[in-house]
């Protein structure tokens, strides 16, 4: 059973940075695509980042393009969302997620494994 759980989450002012972490267990993830989504209070979740695990290809929101970078660490089984520049409509719980296909989405319904959250707040 695949199994996600993210770290790093915290309180950080605006223009700074945090680093997350997701710890990815119970299978090889060759194969699979691994997202960043996040939800904001009263807001849906949606997709931030992806990375494809064999090939290391990522994708990016817009509105976090420039400023987020999604990496994975094959030896640790290890997703990162290293971001930068934060401003206060980051602020949300952001999410781990896995989809046991190289297809590309950023659709959260294509994602069948999720971990429980971080939450990341900025304050301005």
């Known amino acids: 059973q695949v199994q996600l759980v993210e770290s790093g989450g915290g309180l950080v002012q605006t223009g700074g940075s945090l680093r997350l972490s997701c710890a990815a267990s119970?299978?090889?993830?060759?194969?699979?695509?691994m997202g960043w989504f996040r939800q904001a209070p009263g807001k849906e979740r949606e997709f931030v980042a992806g990375v494809t695990w064999s090939s290391g290809i990522t994708s990016y929101a817009d509105s976090v393009k420039g400023r987020f970078a999604i990496s994975r660490d094959s030896d640790k089984n290890t997703v990162y969302l290293q971001m930068n520049s934060l401003k206060f409509e980051d602020t949300a719980v952001y999410y781990c997620?896995?989809?046991?296909?190289?297809?590309?989405?950023?659709?959260?319904?294509?994602?069948?494994?999720w971990g429980k959250g971080t939450l990341v707040t900025v304050s301005s």
């Open positions: 119970g299978g090889t993830f060759r194969g699979y695509i």
């Open positions: 997620a896995a989809k046991p296909s190289e297809v590309p989405s950023r659709n959260r319904g294509w994602y069948p494994y």
